[in-house]
């Protein structure tokens, strides 16, 4: 969850590392810190908070070295103040940021205390400097302490060493969380993600788990946990498709919100053929849909709630059962699996550690394992044996906003191919469908349109301390989406239900100080719906309602609020009304004041457990 870079560079590094840490400020921003060796010494500067307070620190107090390490933090153990920050230093001679959990850090320490050695901290990371440094003191080259140090760790973890008498010396090494290799000219970096080092390289190697490298100026040698030299391959990446930048807009997320119509048609261009009306005619697929009993499907957060999605779409377009399940409950639950089945996995970033553990799970039970994911290269895009791209790009808000719909638009498309392999869909109906998704990014611009009337919406929510979200049928995980945005980045309690749940136990909250939020297109089920709501109603309830026009003309109860779009097809409904949904949790959160893009506590990558 904490982002972290290392660079060996032939200049003075800590503003590279700056530069690059802004673009890992999604992992966490408890506080930052930046080590160099200078003239023959370690210094470092470490601030609490954003990383906008290190950068105060440097302009007072700059670093001058040429070979320096950086970290952004997302505490684990002990408080985000200044002395837990990164670089953790040992001896004044070894200085380390980790990103992970070291599980066995108490024993270590112990071990480490009873050696001699003083903790500054109350990391795990600290046990790391100081296995280190007691390698040296024992009369290790650096190297070999550095990897005698890892040899001892357990957990997860992605690490960069500097040592104050090697100044063209840079460790690494990874163990779960993906650390990745900059190449350079005359230079060479480390960073968590191929984005921190697009400023300086687009050619990057990504460590294997259990790997770890010694980086020089002109020479990277990486080694298998065994201690082999060994060779990674290396992936160029496309410049822009790297560049983070929020344009005219006041927040990463807003912006994210705006691009949906065009990331929504981009990915769906790629998996749809809207000329011969078909979904996947061009994808070979390592399974065959048609001998499928079961789909498995596990992801965390906004992603898990695109599975829940498509487990409508499956079951409904192609009579294919699915079981979905959060990946940290999926992962201890021993789930049996069928022969050959099919396991798939949505992550935006693709280094959720739950998803990839849950992932791991299904190929040691033989599944093929399918992974929607955004972040190319990332881990779980790397052990998939197929990925489907979703074609959102960078996603720097950590509320997830336009992965979720490209998310969706993939599945909608594997859906429809699904229904055709299974022969549950004629070539009419399935031209029919993709069509319909054909018309989503249309429909997804005239949502965005409603944002005026939304801001509105959002001065009455930011005055309440609880919401409910209602739907039924695919709208239902939509409306568990809007609780989770609404509470992530306004902080406002906020519960999403089936709507024909709600007479179960929730109604018994209804009063009229309770918003209710009603996702409520004019499908199949509109009526049941209504029914909830006029439930809702006879209580005094406030209801918001989010329909389309026949939605709208047929609603019986008379809400507080009402946002219209047009009529659509209903397939592509989800991937539409998310908009709506997102921008109520955006404009609340703005009139709340709160950190919109850097909710508190939270982080972009989840690659803890
Ligand atoms: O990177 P992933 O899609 O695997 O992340 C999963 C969740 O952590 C993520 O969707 C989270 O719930 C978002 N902050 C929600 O907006």
Known sequence: MCGIVGIVGRQAVAPMIVEALKRLEYRGYDSAGIATIEHGHLDRRRAEGKLVNLEDRLRSRPLIG??????????????????????????DRVAVVHNGIIENFRELRD??????FHFASQTDTEVIAHLVARGLRDGLAPKEAARAAISRLRGAFALAILFKDEENLLVGARNGPPLAIGHGDGENYLGSDAIALAPFTNTITYLEDGDWCALSHDGIDIY?????????AMQKFIGSSLLVDKGNHRHFMLKEIYEQPEVISHTLANYV????????AREALPFDFAGLERIAISACGTAYLAGLVAKYWFERYARLPVDIDIASEFRYREMPMPKNGLALFISQSGETADTLASLRYCRAEGQHIGAVVNVRGSTIAREADIVFPTLAGPEIGVASTKAFTCQ?????????????????????AEAGLVRALGEAPRFANQALKLEGQIEKIAHDLSKVRH????GRDTSYPLAMEGALKLKEISYIHAEGYAAG?????????????????????HDHIYEKTVSNMQEVAARGGRIILITDERGAAECSVNP???????????????IVYALPVQLIAYHTAVIMGTDVDQPRNLAKSVTVE
Not at 467 to 470: E, G, I, T
């Open 66 to 91: 040429h070979t320096g390490i950086g970290h952004t933090r997302w505490a684990t153990h002990g408080v985000p103040n200044e002395s837990n920050a990164h670089p953790h230093f040992s001896d």
């Open 273 to 280: 053929d809207f000329v011969a009306e078909r979904a996947l």
């Open 224 to 232: 298998d946990v065994d201690g082999r030299p060994v060779e990674r």
């Open 467 to 470: 919401v409910l979200y209602l």
């Open 501 to 521: 749940e709600l007479k179960h136990g929730p109604i018994a909250l209804i009063d009229e100080d309770m918003p209710v939020v009603v996702v409520a297109p």
């Open 560 to 574: 507080e609020h009402l946002l219209v779009l047009p009529d659509m097809p209903e397939i592509i409904a989800p």
């Open 408 to 428: 969706l638009s993939v599945l909608a498309a594997l859906a429809v191919a699904a229904g055709r392999a299974r022969g549950e869909l004629s070539a009419e």
């Open 111 to 116: 071990e480490l205390i009873a050696d001699g």
